[in-house]
């Protein structure tokens, strides 16, 4: 990674990842990116990354949240004077650690993650990042809501957490909502609706 940094004369160097069953996540070519696409903002975590030290004089980690390094991403990006990918897979990621922070989800971490997107998404709006970018954070944004939206029902979190959730959801739906497909729109107006009627065809397809 630091051969392409100086290879492309770049401040950031973005690399796969594999999962712990072996899944390889986010290919990437040897190259130096031309434009931000999906892939620069779906990669929001640091460990996949080398950064240049420059990019952080003025730019901190927000203390006390989750997802802490979605929040900075994008002034990140924004301020890197080149972006460059490898193709060869730089981190190993175990999620079945029963100590790991994405594995124990509590309900600080659900809403801290719903609200880095809405930082995210915010951001794309006001640089006018191209619509399929937009369209994409969306729906990985509600994908992450409706699995947190159910499990703190499931394990009766309070009131107040799903509130919280459903306030920074329904934020990203109104900052993309002009800037979204058709489909996209009425996942963003019916969420729920959306998750049964999918849940509906993948049990009609399952069945065949």
């Not at 990354?49 to 949240?65: A, G, H, M, S, V």
């Not at 600080?108 to 937009?134: A, F, G, P, Q």
């Amino acid at each position: 990674m630091m051969d392409s940094l100086l290879l492309y004369n770049c401040e950031l160097c973005i690399a796969p990842i594999f999962m712990e069953d072996n899944e390889k996540v986010w290919n990437f070519f040897n190259c130096k990116t031309t434009k931000l696409t999906d892939f620069v903002f779906l990669t929001f975590p640091a460990w996949n990354k080398i950064y240049k030290r420059r990019l952080f004089d003025n730019i901190r980690y927000p203390l006390n949240k989750y997802a802490e390094d979605a929040f900075i991403y994008c002034d990140l990006v924004y301020k890197a004077k080149g972006i460059c990918t490898v193709s060869d897979t730089a981190y190993y990621y175990n999620k079945t650690m029963d100590n790991s922070i994405t594995h124990s989800l509590s309900d600080k971490y659900c809403i801290d993650n719903i609200e880095s997107h809405v930082v995210v998404m915010t951001y794309l709006i006001k640089n006018k990042i191209n619509r399929e970018t937009i369209n994409f954070i969306m729906r990985d944004t509600y994908d992450i809501f409706i699995f947190y939206k159910f499990i703190t029902k499931e394990r009766k979190s309070p009131k107040s957490v799903r509130k919280a959730i459903d306030k920074n959801y329904r934020s990203v739906c109104k900052l993309s909502f002009l800037h979204l497909s058709l489909k996209n729109k009425f996942i963003a107006l019916f969420p729920v609706i959306f998750y049964h009627l999918r849940k509906i065809k993948y049990q009609i397809l399952n069945k065949r």
